[in-house]
């Protein structure tokens, strides 16, 4: 768990107190709290590849750079059961995603699933992804749920839910709201129900902000992301 201290010192005892608060703008009366302070990345790193994330009008904006891998804008923070809202506003041509109870290793790691051994290699974010696809294939799977670098394929796709395939907004600000709890993660895209996942590889992890590696385009594609803000859940 990462945090920071802050000092507040009581004059009238002559002590001074650290107390343990949040490295985000702290938790609301409700308990919702945001990730991300609408000034800078000091409470996210990034692992992956080497796009270029920066702290824009109140907004986290990802933009692609050619020949390198998926790349990753990440909460030091990890966790587990909670309530996530953020907005976002994709490309038509970049993919990307949210990354939901993820992990990155400085070794590699093997994961015995669905009958197999997975290896995924030292430095490899993987976890749960909400699907942020592009547009122009015309697929409309954005707020299906994707296993990013260990099965390597689609947890729960967008097939037979035609309302949320057509509730993606593209050139637009979206809403995305997600909920974890236990092995149930749901999400909704727009307010309209997305995904409804049984899952319990991974019960706890960080979140993170995607975008993907575009080969050797050079002209930089963009995703935007704000109001991003998370209630744990006991």
Partial sequence: ??????????????LVVVQDVPADQGKAADGWVNLFNGKDLKAWVQYGGRAVYRAEDGQIVGSSVPNTTNSFLCTKKHYADFILDLEFKPSRELNSGVQLRSHV???????????????VDAGRV???QVEIEETKNNRKWTGGIYDEGRRGRYLYDLTKNEPARNAVKPDDWNKLHVECKGESIKTWLNDVPCADLKDKVTPAGFIGLQVHGVGNKDV??????RNLRIKELK
Avoid: Q, W
């Fill in 1 to 14: 768990m990462y945090r920071a201290l802050r000092l507040v010192p009581l004059v009238a005892l002559g």
């Fill in 105 to 119: 290793y400085d070794e590699e790691k093997t994961y015995n699933l669905d009958g197999k051994t997975i290896r």
């Fill in 126 to 128: 993987h976890g749960y």
């Fill in 220 to 225: 930089p594609l963009e995703v935007r992301f």
